[in-house]
């Protein structure tokens, strides 16, 4: 399985460029289209699921996150233009198999997002991490509200270093912590919340 552990945190576009200068390293451009998708009935937001396809430039990349305790999701990707078919790959991957048995009632796209993200790997003695900038769009229930915000990933060394290196960033920059997922506020926007 693997285990995503990120923090992310609200910015203006002010502070995303002042960052990318803080750091000093060319981010890879990625134009990012996601659709979020759910059972007819909820079943998946219900149980704190987010399964997504998401085009990344040309690559069509299927996702599921699942909660996995302490602030980690568990997160399983596979490459498919198709969200019905990647869903058994996802369990052949590790995903828990009841996401067959709850997709199998269907599917359908429930909010989305639109949006840029300039991403930097950051390498410390202490760990390994991505630097997301994302810019862009949250959709849902026909409305749109702007997306601006800051994500650091780990992906390898010391959780509690990446959270001191992280906050000290948010410190100089003026960011704000950002306790709901891309997901999450899409959603609330398509049910009007």
């Not at 599917?107 to 997301?132: K, M, N, Q, S, W």
Request: net charge negative.
């Amino acid at each position: 399985m693997g285990i995503e552990f990120e923090l992310k945190y609200r910015a203006d576009a002010g502070a995303q460029r002042a960052l990318l200068a803080h750091v000093g390293a060319d981010a890879r451009v990625i134009a990012m289209e996601t659709t979020y998708y759910d059972t007819p009935d909820r079943l998946l937001s219900a149980r704190k699921i987010t399964l997504r396809r998401r085009m990344e430039n040309e690559r069509s990349v299927c996702t599921v996150k699942t909660p996995a305790g302490n602030g980690d999701r568990g997160e399983w990707e596979f490459l498919s233009p198709d969200i019905t078919a990647a869903v058994p790959e996802l369990c052949k991957l590790g995903a828990p198999e009841y996401l067959i048995l709850f997709c199998a009632q269907g599917l359908e796209p429930v909010c989305g997002a639109r949006f840029t993200r300039r991403a930097v790997d950051i390498v410390t003695a202490d760990f390994a991490a991505e630097l997301a900038l994302d810019s862009g769009l949250l959709l849902g229930g026909g409305r749109e509200i702007p997306l601006c915000e800051v994500e650091l990933e780990l992906k390898s060394g010391s959780r509690a270093a990446m959270i001191a290196y992280m906050e000290d960033l948010a410190g100089r920059f003026g960011l704000v912590p950002e306790k709901k997922s891309k997901f999450r506020r899409a959603m609330d926007l398509a049910e009007g919340v």
